[in-house]
């Protein structure tokens, strides 16, 4: 029963009766009492929540920034020195731009779960030698789930019973063309649109009918393993970030370093007060700032991605846009990708 727990278990080369054996099963299903320990043992049929920021780290993000920096520390010292209105000023830019990164990114935070919605809500299944109609997070590695034409097959299965069974596998494979279902064990070296005798979560049935095995469910299916890999990608510094970072280190630099030779200059060459070239300093390097350069990349950023969204595609992060923009070739595969091999009507 051990096998059941792993995706990697052969299950496509391995003949029915061994599938049933290793899987502790029978083509009657489970009892419910069975499929009960097992649901408590492997958990349930649905794929682990995505890791993704709280609002909170995600608003607070937006101030990760080398010029944010720079402009709350200009606020900062433009309210010590009593200008409230300029202080103001510079904290509502600040605030602006956060908010409007904030909001965009918390929308499409949302396109890491889309990958949930290809899961069938319910699944036919064999319990207690009946069939009946239960949650598709219910199932569990031995449950015997029947399929027809237009079921979205609800969990990885080894097929052992087909009649004129063809499943749509895009999701997965990329292939346009509805595959023929077999019962007969193929290579244990052959590819995932080559494993006929397999019916693999997420897909769907667009003829015959057909019964197979749960033989994974959950974060082990192959449908689990393309979720897995698109939350546990890595965050990349964009080229624009990069830049941006480096020119606010920059200007960092230059602004302090002529602050210091004015307020230098004005003490001991000219010997004013020490107090009245501080302020000089001060107000010199806070009029340097160029406050609304955050605020007008993060307003461009998103007016870009807004226009792509109109057409239907979601930008996680804001600065991507500008990745985007650079691109020059695409290498895809397009149906599943690209596009959907769906029929609709409009």
Known sequence: MADSAFPGAGWHATDVEDVFRRLDSSPQGLSSQEAAERLARYGPNRLPEARTRGPLIRFLSQFHNVLIYVLVAAAAVTALLGHWVDAGVILGVVV???????????????????????????????????????????????????????DKVPADLRLFRVKGLQIQEAALTGESIAVEKTTAPVPAHAVLGDRLCMAYSGTLVTHGQGAGVVVATGAQTELGHISSLVSETEAVTTPLLRQMAQFGRWLTAAILGIAAVTFAFGVLVRDYAAAEMFLAAVSLAVAAIPEGLPAIMTITLAIGVQRMARRNAIIRRLPAVETLGAVTVICSDKTGTLTRNEMTVR
Do not use: C, W, Y
């Open 96 to 150: 602006i731009n956060a908010f409007i990164g904030f909001v965009q990114e918390g929308k499409a935070e949302d396109a890491l779960k889309a990958i949930r919605r290809m899961l069938t809500p319910h699944a036919m299944v064999l319990r207690d030698g009946r069939q009946v109609a239960i949650s598709a997070e219910a199932l569990v590695p031995g449950d015997v789930v029947l399929l027809q034409s237009g």
